[in-house]
């Protein structure tokens, strides 16, 4: 069996990128920052390079160049916001360029090829002075400057090995499609802890309420940021970079950390090759499948709103008495969006039980009367406590489902995904037909989330 050393070595190893493409992206760089220079505005002060690129601790597989567009501060936050994308568009042109949205719109381009992968982000700021923060992306030049003076040429290679391992879970990224850590989340964890050994050793220890810092933490700062794990960023305290973390993420994270320690192997930086049929088989006819089309926008738009609708539907269902196992959305973002829900049951018994309040509550038992008198068939007590059965109008999930839908398009204007479905969307049972290849892709990445368990 490896060691934690020999595994982090052999992983450290592999995930040095290549001179010759160091070379390509230095290039690709220079000639973008001419570009945005060359857009000859007064109200731009400055071009900073950063992302993981020009913090040394990028992936061959997955790199991010940034252009931080510094502005003059006292342009107004519309002009500001206009004068980024005009920026970002001129310097990317060659690059198919696109709106993306954090705080404030930017620039994203990709760069094909033999560079296939690179992603390329035009952000405008404001140059302003520490903790003088005027919009979210002022912070981002600081941080590349406080990465490139703190961490050494191992603690990159100790970064880019918490990268591997993040990514090989599926937790690594902030966007709202995924809900992880971040790359700088990632340097702010090998800086505080020193190696990506002690990172792993940190969080399969993790307590509720933990705080990372690299000053000592402010107990005090629980009740200020409420979130799974408070991560304060080093150069505003004000900050809490945990917040992107969602709890199953950050879960996840722990409960990897502890298996690696236990047993390390390189298959934890691996992303798994096993083949789902069997499972997907067994699991068709426990699966709820909402399939429907979507209209193109912004990725970080479409996943916030596919999340928040997920979330309602699951809740109505389970309010009606079904019970989700698991729920899961997905999407190409280009055409085509799924809920997924894996449910114990598709029917409802055709009686539903509701249990009132005790014999002695005078008023809440003249209350549960008065309500459910008339639709019950039958209404006892049991034990000091007052129940009724009454007659469920539709047991079918798919019933209920489809109703669900049908009143968020009737409530008032359509609007995001309740103006999508609006459009058309089918309910199904997942053994009831033959499977799209982008549902039975959306079935197997639902499969695999948490697949380094087993």
């Not at 980024?84 to 060659?94: D, I, R």
């Not at 992603?119 to 005027?134: A, D, T």
């Not at 209920?400 to 995001?416: A, D, L, M, R």
Request: hydrophobic share 40%; net charge positive; glycine share 6%.
């Amino acid at each position: 069996m490896n060691s934690i050393d020999e595994v982090t070595r052999m992983i450290s190893e592999s995930s040095f990128p290549p001179k010759s493409k160091q070379n390509e992206l230095e290039k690709i760089s220079k000639e973008i920052q001419k570009e945005i220079m060359n857009f000859n505005d007064k109200r731009i002060l400055n071009v900073i390079v950063g992302g993981s690129f020009a913090k040394g601790t990028w992936l061959e597989d997955d790199t991010d160049i940034d252009f931080f567009v510094m502005i003059e501060p006292a342009v107004e936050r519309n002009e500001f916001e206009e004068l980024g994308k005009s920026v970002g568009f001129h310097a990317l042109k060659k690059y198919n360029p696109y709106l993306r949205y954090s705080e404030h719109p930017y620039v994203e381009g990709k760069v094909n090829g033999k560079l296939n992968g690179i992603r390329i982000n035009i952000v405008p700021c404001y140059k302003v002075q520490l903790n003088k923060w005027k919009s979210a992306a002022d912070r981002s030049p600081f941080h590349t400057i406080f990465m490139e003076t703190k961490l050494n040429e191992f603690l990159k290679s100790e970064v880019r090995v918490l990268k591997k391992f993040l990514k090989s879970i599926g937790i690594y990224g902030s966007q709202i499609s995924v809900s992880g850590f971040s790359g700088y989340v990632t340097e702010v964890l090998i800086l505080k802890y020193g190696s990506f050994r002690n990172v792993l050793q940190t969080f399969a220890e993790l307590t509720s309420n933990y705080i990372v810092s690299l000053e000592s933490p402010d107990q005090s700062l629980i009740e200020k940021f409420r979130s799974p794990i408070i991560i304060i960023d080093p150069i505003d305290s004000n900050r809490n970079l945990g917040s992107a973390i969602s709890a199953e993420c950050l879960a996840k994270f722990v409960l990897a950390s502890r298996l690696f320690l236990k047993a390390p192997s390189t298959k934890f930086f691996m992303k798994s090759s096993r083949s789902n049929i069997k499972i997907i088989s067994d699991i068709k006819s426990n699966l709820l499948i909402i399939d429907f089309k979507i209209r193109i926008r912004s990725p970080d738009i479409l996943w916030g709103q596919l999340k928040k609708k997920l979330t309602s539907i699951s809740k109505q269902l389970a309010n009606a008495g079904f019970e989700i196992i698991k729920k899961f959305c997905f999407t190409d973002e280009q055409e085509h969006a799924a809920f997924i829900f894996m449910i114990k049951y598709t029917n409802l018994p055709k009686i539903k039980l509701n249990v009132g309040p005790k014999i002695f509550l005078k008023n809440e038992t003249d209350s549960f009367i008065k309500k459910r008198g008339e639709k019950s068939i039958m209404t006892w007590t049991d034990d000091m406590t007052i129940v009724s059965i009454e007659e469920r109008e539709k047991t079918s999930i798919k019933e209920h489902t489809n109703q669900i839908i049908q009143n968020y398009i009737e409530s008032g204007k359509p609007v995001g995904i309740s103006l999508d479905l609006n459009n058309g969307y089918s309910i199904y049972i997942g053994n009831e037909k033959k499977l799209s290849s982008f549902i039975y892709s959306a079935i197997n990445h639902m499969v695999r989330d948490g697949e380094f368990i087993r």
